[in-house]
Structures are given as structure tokens and as C-alpha cells.
């Protein structure tokens, strides 16, 4: 597993994106298109936190990892990816 993000990233992502995002949902509409998307955005959002893994740090080149990107569970460790 590559982890990519750090922790204030994943926390902001946590506990303020993706409940802005589900007020947001709530108040214009559950059954809408645009609180639909909204929820799945919170989804994504929470999945990230929780994994430290976002792939669109990978396609854009960044990692917010104290230590650089980061592959656990393969016996790679200190910032080597």
C-alpha cells in the first residue's frame, strides 16, 4: 500500500471536507444530482483519509507525507518508494 498523504491532510479531509460535503448534500437535496455527487465526493473524501493514499497526488506528482511517498507492507520503508 503506497501512502501519499499526510496527516493534517487526512484529517482536514475527515473532519471538514467530507462533513461540508454531506451538510451541503443534506441541505440542497439527498435524491438531487448535485447532493449526490456531493455524498460520493464525501466518500472519496473519508476513503482517502482513511487509506493516506490519494491517487490524484500520484498523477499530479505530490505527496503531503512527512517522509515522501511511502509503500507499506513490502518491506520498503523510510521514504523509498
Known amino acids: 500500500m503506497i501512502r501519499n498523504m499526510g496527516i493534517l491532510d487526512r484529517r482536514v479531509r475527515a473532519f471538514v471536507v467530507a462533513p461540508v460535503a454531506i451538510a451541503a448534500a443534506l441541505i440542497i437535496g439527498a435524491g438531487t444530482i448535485g447532493g449526490v455527487i456531493l455524498f460520493v465526493?464525501?466518500?472519496?473524501?473519508?476513503a482517502?483519509?482513511?487509506?493516506?493514499?490519494?491517487?490524484t497526488y500520484?498523477?499530479?506528482?505530490?505527496?503531503?507525507?512527512?517522509?515522501?511517498?511511502?509503500?507499506?507492507?513490502?518491506?520498503?520503508?523510510?521514504?523509498?518508494?
Request: charged share 10%.
Open 41 to 46: 465526493v464525501a466518500g472519496i473524501m473519508l
Open 58 to 81: 500520484v498523477l499530479i506528482g505530490i505527496s503531503t507525507h512527512p517522509h515522501g511517498v511511502r509503500r507499506v507492507g513490502h518491506h520498503i520503508r523510510h521514504g523509498h518508494a
Open 48 to 55: 482517502s483519509a482513511a487509506t493516506a493514499f490519494c491517487p
